[in-house]
């Protein structure tokens, strides 16, 4: 059971990098930006105005926020 725990934990760590670079890259293409993703984030190859940067820039911890709520809201549905 304890093993179980450790190995979601990892799975949901790289699905919540993923998602949240996602949100980066998608925003940013949103804005009309090329973009190039790696293991250590998301590029913007597209100089962008400074709102349109805080947008694709924020968009990373507002998914990641959005996930944190749900998976809260999972968890205390399945607690005792």
């Known amino acids: ?3 179980q725990f450790y190995v979601d934990m990892i799975l949901v760590g ?3 990098y993923a998602v949240h670079d ?3 890259w998608f925003a940013g293409l949103l804005m009309g930006a090329e973009m ?3 293991l250590n984030g998301v590029r913007y190859l597209t100089a962008l105005s400074p709102g349109q940067r805080a947008f694709a820039d ?4 507002a998914v990641t926020m959005v996930q944190a709520l749900i998976a809260y ?3 205390k549905r399945q607690a005792p």
């Open 14 to 16: 790289f699905v919540t």
């Open 1 to 3: 059971m304890a093993l």
């Open 22 to 24: 996602g949100a980066h």
């Open 58 to 61: 924020i968009a990373g911890p």
């Open 73 to 75: 809201r999972m968890i």
């Open 36 to 38: 190039t993703a790696s």
